[in-house]
């Protein structure tokens, strides 16, 4: 016995007289009460509660008589009063009831009648708590997370099921400990063999890579880096890049790119940028010949049938998106180079012609985001995403289901107060999360700024682990999305500790303080913890801009297919175009990212 039931009670909740250092906020307790029964006789029920909250107090004690110690400088040990006459009352937010006889397994029924007064209130022991959080249900799947908060001997583990079919949000502060809950969870999938796909920006996540050895027998892990290549499968690439860029056409445009679409042939295997790059220099020369106002071909499919207007504005919404993949290519070339000793990256296979080799039994696909433009990222997530959602939509049982894992979520499905226009992946996860459960594609949301994800998106996952949040702002668009979420829970996750939390909603039979285990086992020992005095104390400046000129030089040199271009000795024949009528190169510069702010 820890206390007695005192005052008022009611069927949600009640208070108890705490014996002194016997239990602590968040501990789980229980009281035998009778209830009325269907008979209308009654009978013995165990009232199962969570301790949301301990008001210590102690009436020989007035403030009267603090302030006097206070203006005198005084020692409580020197005066006549009593410290010994306090006492601890404790708010119990009650879960529900079940029956004092059952032995295997609990069900929890709401309580249609108050607790009685008076009532002896219990520590239960670690084996009733198990069978309270359905510990003895074996045939049901469980990812285990870690333990009760202050109970180490409880484990606390969510419904699989629930988990990949209903999506799940982690939320915290930085520091908090989400990616070491994410980790955790995925650790526990991995074990159950179910495929994962993870966007990961930071590289928060390769230390999978690098401790596979201590994966289940069979896990491959996969680290992709981004690459867009076009086929006769997938000649739509080019257009979903122009419109998941925000680069909107008109229908006159629009008839013009498929113009030169029709127009430019396709090998399978050729990079999206030089595909787009042939494009472009058939935009030209529709440009030049509308210039010259050529008056020998009147077909319909001649360049006047199109405006000087129409055919610069295809050209350039096609030259934004080849600088995008051209310093996405720079990029990969930077990575792979400065990551080669300790990682072996893959090139993305494409997620319409080939999603076998992203989402397989048994497989962690990684891509790894790191380095690349917040559009860029956006881009790749909704292109690969989308592509692997049509498949399991479209019912062609090429891919297993799958959870997608989507770390610092606040990025790719942003609220509307943040802006949207360079997002587009936020329409896609809309999607996915509406309708994925229906078609096995689960997602995991990671953020460490809660108040700045899509409202729509954050209410569609149906089970929430919420760890450290101390921003006013957070908590606050917390409560506003999790339904029970109560004021006394939202008060106390400001004083969690790293790796302490509340898991709440479908994944668990009612909100729970827990300690989620931390895997330090597969932390990345190459990244995420780098010496920055270090590297800044024995910098080469002279190195450094060396290497930044030689860069330079070759991404602003001509590509091998402008150089083999068969109107470009047309081109050189030509006078050069004065300075001011002169277009931007289509080959990158480092001004792309100041370009695609305009």
Same mark, same amino acid.
Request: with cysteine.
């Given at each position: 016995?820890?206390?007695?039931?005192?005052?008022?009670?009611?069927?949600?909740?009640?208070?108890?007289?705490?014996?002194?250092?016997?239990?602590?906020?968040?501990?789980?307790?229980?009281?035998?009460?009778?209830?009325?029964?269907?008979?209308?006789?009654?009978?013995?029920?165990?009232?199962?509660?969570?301790?949301?909250?301990?008001?210590?107090?102690?009436?020989?004690?007035?403030?009267?008589?603090?302030?006097?110690?206070?203006?005198?400088?005084?020692?409580?040990?020197?005066?006549?009063?009593?410290?010994?006459?306090?006492?601890?009352?404790?708010?119990?937010?009650?879960?529900?009831?079940?029956?004092?006889?059952?032995?295997?397994?609990?069900?929890?029924?709401?309580?249609?009648?108050?607790?009685?007064?008076?009532?002896?209130?219990?520590?239960?022991?670690?084996?009733?708590?198990?069978?309270?959080?359905?510990?003895?249900?074996?045939?049901?799947?469980?990812?285990?997370?870690?333990?009760? !908060?202050?109970?180490?001997?409880?484990? =606390? /583990?969510?419904?699989?099921?629930? $988990? *990949? #079919?209903?999506? +799940? %949000?982690?939320?915290?502060?930085?520091?908090?400990?989400?990616?070491?809950?994410?980790?955790?969870?995925?650790?526990?999938?991995?074990?159950?063999?179910?495929?994962?796909?993870?966007?990961?920006?930071?590289?928060?996540?390769?230390?999978?890579?690098?401790?596979?050895?201590?994966?289940?027998?069979?896990?491959?892990?996969? !680290?992709?880096?981004?690459?867009?290549? =076009? /086929?006769?499968?997938?000649?739509? $690439? *080019? #257009?979903?890049? +122009? %419109?998941?860029?925000?680069?909107?056409?008109?229908?006159?445009?629009?008839?013009?790119?498929?113009?030169?679409?029709?127009?430019?042939?396709?090998?399978?295997?050729?990079?999206?940028?030089?595909?787009?790059?042939?494009?472009?220099?058939?935009?030209?020369?529709?440009?030049?010949?509308?210039?010259?106002?050529?008056?020998?071909?009147?077909?319909?499919?001649?360049?006047?049938?199109?405006?000087?207007?129409? $055919?610069?504005?295809?050209?350039?919404?096609?030259?934004?998106?080849?600088?995008?993949?051209?310093?996405?290519?720079?990029?990969?070339?930077?990575?792979?180079?400065?990551?080669?000793?300790?990682?072996?990256?893959?090139?993305?296979?494409?997620?319409?012609?080939?999603?076998?080799?992203?989402?397989?039994?048994?497989?962690?696909?990684?891509?790894?985001?790191?380095?690349?433009?917040?559009?860029?990222?956006?881009?790749?997530?909704?292109?690969?995403?989308?592509?692997?959602?049509?498949?399991?939509?479209?019912?062609?049982?090429?891919?297993?289901?799958?959870?997608?894992?989507?770390?610092?979520?606040?990025?790719?499905?942003?609220?509307?107060?943040?802006?949207?226009?360079?997002?587009?992946?936020?329409?896609?996860?809309?999607?996915?999360?509406?309708?994925?459960?229906?078609?096995?594609?689960?997602?995991?949301?990671?953020?460490?700024?809660?108040?700045?994800?899509?409202?729509?998106?954050?209410?569609?996952?149906?089970?929430?682990?919420?760890?450290?949040?101390?921003?006013?702002?957070?908590?606050?668009?917390?409560?506003?999305?999790?339904?029970?979420?109560?004021?006394?829970?939202?008060?106390?996750?400001?004083?969690?500790?790293?790796?302490?939390?509340?898991?709440?909603?479908?994944?668990?039979?009612?909100?729970?303080?827990?300690?989620?285990?931390?895997?330090?086992?597969?932390?990345?020992?190459?990244?995420?913890?780098?010496?920055?005095?270090?590297?800044?104390?024995?910098?080469?400046?002279?190195?450094?801009?060396?290497?930044?000129?030689?860069?330079?030089?070759?991404?602003?040199?001509?590509?091998?297919?402008?150089?083999?271009?068969?109107?470009?000795?047309?081109?050189?024949?030509?006078?050069?175009?004065?300075?001011?009528?002169?277009?931007?190169?289509?080959?990158?510069?480092?001004?792309?990212?100041?370009?695609?702010?305009?």
């Amino acid at each position: 016995m820890i206390g007695t039931v005192v005052g008022n009670t009611s069927t949600d909740s009640y208070k108890f007289i705490l014996r002194s250092f016997r239990a602590k906020v968040g501990d789980i307790v229980a009281t035998l009460s009778a209830i009325p029964d269907d008979n209308k006789s009654h009978g013995n029920a165990i009232i199962w509660g969570r301790i949301v909250s301990i008001d210590r107090h102690n009436p020989f004690f007035p403030a009267e008589a603090a302030q006097e110690l206070a203006e005198q400088n005084l020692r409580l040990i020197d005066t006549v009063l009593s410290t010994s006459r306090d006492y601890l009352n404790a708010e119990v937010l009650i879960l529900g009831s079940s029956d004092e006889d059952s032995t295997s397994q609990m069900d929890l029924s709401p309580l249609t009648y108050p607790v009685q007064p008076a009532a002896r209130v219990i520590n239960p022991p670690a084996s009733a708590i198990k069978k309270l959080l359905g510990a003895s249900e074996d045939n049901v799947p469980k990812l285990h997370v870690g333990s009760l !908060l202050g109970r180490s001997d409880v484990d =606390v /583990s969510l419904a699989a099921n629930k $988990v *990949v #079919s209903r999506h +799940l %949000a982690i939320l915290a502060m930085t520091g908090g400990g989400k990616t070491v809950a994410a980790r955790r969870i995925i650790l526990a999938l991995i074990g159950h063999g179910y495929p994962i796909v993870i966007f990961d920006p930071h590289g928060d996540y390769l230390g999978f890579y690098e401790n596979r050895a201590k994966l289940p027998p069979g896990t491959d892990v996969k !680290l992709f880096y981004p690459m867009m290549k =076009v /086929s006769e499968e997938n000649i739509t $690439v *080019v #257009s979903d890049l +122009l %419109a998941k860029m925000g680069r909107k056409m008109t229908d006159a445009q629009h008839d013009f790119f498929n113009k030169i679409v029709m127009e430019t042939k396709i090998s399978d295997g050729t990079k999206a940028s030089d595909y787009i790059l042939e494009l472009i220099q058939r935009a030209e020369n529709t440009a030049a010949k509308i210039a010259r106002k050529d008056k020998e071909d009147d077909a319909e499919d001649s360049p006047k049938k199109f405006g000087a207007t129409t $055919v610069n504005a295809v050209k350039r919404s096609l030259s934004f998106v080849l600088n995008a993949l051209k310093q996405m290519e720079q990029n990969n070339k930077v990575l792979c180079e400065r990551l080669k000793d300790d990682y072996q990256f893959h090139e993305m296979p494409d997620p319409k012609r080939d999603p076998e080799d992203i989402v397989r039994k048994k497989q962690v696909s990684i891509f790894y985001l790191a380095g690349y433009d917040h559009l860029t990222q956006s881009t790749i997530v909704s292109m690969v995403l989308d592509a692997l959602f049509s498949h399991r939509a479209a019912l062609t049982n090429r891919i297993p289901p799958f959870q997608t894992v989507i770390e610092e979520a606040h990025n790719f499905i942003p609220s509307r107060q943040e802006g949207t226009d360079e997002t587009p992946s936020l329409m896609t996860v809309r999607k996915v999360i509406t309708e994925g459960r229906k078609f096995g594609t689960g997602l995991m949301i990671i953020s460490q700024r809660p108040a700045r994800l899509d409202e729509t998106i954050l209410t569609q996952c149906n089970s929430f682990l919420v760890l450290r949040l101390v921003n006013p702002k957070d908590k606050n668009f917390v409560r506003s999305v999790m339904e029970n979420l109560s004021e006394s829970d939202a008060n106390i996750l400001q004083t969690f500790g790293p790796g302490q939390g509340i898991v709440s909603g479908q994944a668990v039979r009612f909100p729970l303080l827990v300690k989620v285990h931390h895997d330090k086992n597969f932390e990345s020992s190459k990244i995420g913890d780098e010496d920055f005095l270090k590297a800044a104390a024995s910098w080469n400046e002279s190195g450094t801009r060396a290497r930044n000129r030689g860069a330079f030089t070759a991404a602003a040199a001509p590509t091998p297919a402008a150089k083999a271009s068969p109107d470009a000795n047309k081109k050189e024949q030509q006078p050069a175009p004065s300075k001011a009528a002169r277009s931007d190169p289509p080959s990158l510069k480092f001004s792309a990212v100041a370009k695609r702010k305009r």
